[in-house]
């Protein structure tokens, strides 16, 4: 049942909202109504605007709300498709019922993201008493429930089962108009009603891949927009660096290898056959001689190696082309299977070339296959060619853009130029409800006994909380370290539950870590942003090291070398700026209501001996900081006394 409809921004924010009927809890906050009239304006006037709003500010709603006002046809993109799918599952629904109207919206995900009907009958039709039977016999029956085909909708199969693949389709083996099930297809169902709707709501890999298919002169397919809302905006830069460069891994060429024998076996044609093993041969060899030390590489540190190889595999691939093509019109998919290996031999020629080219090459070496990538040194020009290609409004917004309120770092990287940058700190009492502690006596990041000292250090915490922990580590490795530490200092933990992340998915560890209420969580990589576990459940947010990125990382190694490039200095003018603003992600997941309290504790001594140490912890004001440990103390028992909670230690 619809309200009354809202007339205004100010009273939608107001102290009457009609929010407060909807949304229990809800209080007007002042940066929530200056940042959804200037989101207004930006959209009125075609603009360009980057918004940084703390956590409490209420920016989703701060911008939901003048885009459905403005009557203009918008897109939302999301850093997550969890983000995503609560976006419109939720908060859509809720300021629909608030504004008084139902507002036409649709959700559009990548095509790997719904069943494809073909691909289904297909394997359902080869299908034997394999170890996907259970998963294939839960999706054929999921398939006469779904309306939308969108596999999030089906928990009974897990995200990374090995059926997904099969009865999904990518745009390399989708058949298209050429489907014999295509006005059934999920994909182009939930296009077309992307194309009806004022506001869409997708994902930034997603967007982005449009974006790179416009740039190559391909259709595009999300729909032409008035206003491109980008949240979780921080995450774009290094996102479209991947997606403007060049890439060819081996198990899609092993799939390709898999699909070409399973279309031509009834052509029976020993010779091209023959061609198959050759090149299935090459790429072997070539997986064989690449390094066996897992990670990245730089492709010109190992290419003497590869040089050989690679060309060998050239010349397989492109043997091969040839022979796919004489049957490539006697069936559909030999012919999109012949436009897959023809992509596969043009990449591979552009990743093995010694000519100049403004990108760096490098391999990354997991366990049982390889990727080649061509990284672009910098996205500016192009990002600021297809954000001015039309006259639309782009609001970009995150708690982690500026550094104070200075924008420059981020909007360089864009290419936005002169476009309009407006802060909002969160309206929580920071700087009572938090503190952060600078433990002394810290190893240098560098020693081997960091990881453990670290842990020594923070443990004691647990017997001045009720609350939980997160200890957040800058690397794989010392979350390992940590699990080691961990196997015989079960009593460290004064009897708390142990989540390590890689036991379980991500969310299934935070539900646990929710209702435990006092639980220890290591974790890594995407436990530092878009984690929200609000109350008495977590209490204490410890950090390792300061997270500079890697120096290797061939992401930051591209783009050191165009700054160097340019004249500039590299740590000063991005590795610093990134890790302040990746310290303010990690930092972010203590408080994340009104009446949360905790510490923040930095384990690295370099906060206090580097001059550039004041960066980090002015990025984290108004908390302030504390080397004494019985201030620590005083501080919890405070917060507990008031809040009621009682010790567990």
Known sequence: MYSPAVQSLSEFFGPESPLKSHLPGFQPREGQAWMAEAVTEAIDGSDKLIVEAGTGTGKTFAYLFPALMSGRKTIISTGTKALQDQLYHRDLPLIGKALGRPVTTALLKGRANYLCLHRLDNVASHASGDNLSDDLYAVQGWRHRTISGDRAELLDVAEDSGVWPLVTSTADNCLGSQCPVYQKCHVVKARRAAQQADLVVVNHHLLLADLAMKEEGFIEFLPGAEAIILDE???????????FGISLGSREIERLFDELRGATLPLGQPEFQRRIDTAQTALRVLRAESPREEGRHELSAVMEQLRTPMIA?????????EGVSRFAESAIEIEKIYEQLFSVVERLAHLSSDESWDGLRWLDVNPRSIRLNLTPLDVADTLRGLINAGDQAWIFTSATLALGEDFSHFSERMGLGSATGLTFPSPYPLEQNGLIWLPANMPEPSDKDH???????????LEMTAGGMFCLFTSHRALNAARTWFRTRRKRLKGRPLLIQGDAPRDDLLQRFREYGNAVLLGTGSFWEGVDVRGPALS????DKLPFASPADPLMMARLEFIRRQGGNGFTGHQLPLAVLSLKQGAGRLLRDQNDYGVVVLCDPRITTKSYGKMFLKSLEPMRSTNSITEVEQFLEAHEAASGKRRTG
């Open 233 to 243: 905006a921080h995450q774009i830069p290094d996102l479209a660096a991947q997606f």
């Open 540 to 543: 204490i947010v410890a950090i």
């Open 313 to 321: 595999l050239s010349a397989a691939l492109k043997e091969l082309l």
């Open 451 to 461: 990881t453990a000292q670290m842990l020594a250090t923070v443990m004691p915490l």
